[in-house]
């Protein structure tokens, strides 16, 4: 599975982005879609993630109420809607696909990784 982003970038504190990512093949409606984000020496820390079946979402208590996952498998791709980003969710942002979960918050489930793309919320 290849993926690749769409709609990273900089943005003022309040504001919104969406990421986009899609996916190659046909098995992309199979798989477990999930963003995780990274800041430079710090560990990669979960943000959402969204069955296969688009079921239960699934956030990180500091994105909660403020970012959205959504998927279009007929498009294979999936969506991170982040409004009012704050300066703290400046981070690169990763979208991943995992055939089997446990938890779903854990990067190590996850089986491919896109090359992630930048976030930078200013003040």
């Known amino acids: 599975v290849h993926l690749v982003y769409s709609g990273g970038g900089l943005v003022q504190a309040g504001g919104s982005l969406r990421l986009s990512c899609a996916a190659s093949?046909?098995?992309?409606?199979?798989?477990?879609m999930g963003w995780f984000r990274q800041v430079l020496g710090k560990e990669r820390e979960f943000v959402a993630a969204?069955?296969?079946?688009?079921?239960?979402?699934y956030y990180a208590d500091s994105v909660k109420g403020r970012f959205t996952i959504s998927r279009d498998n007929a498009k294979n791709t999936v969506y991170l809607q982040m409004n009012r980003l704050k300066t703290e969710d400046t981070a690169d942002y990763y979208c991943?696909?995992?055939?089997?979960?446990?938890?779903?918050?854990?990067?190590?489930?996850?089986?491919?990784w896109g090359q992630g793309t930048q976030v930078t919320v200013s003040s």
């Open positions: 969204l069955s296969r079946s688009s079921g239960t979402p």
């Open positions: 991943a696909a995992a055939y089997r979960v446990v938890t779903a918050i854990a990067f190590s489930e996850y089986d491919y």
């Open positions: 093949g046909r098995t992309f409606r199979t798989y477990t």
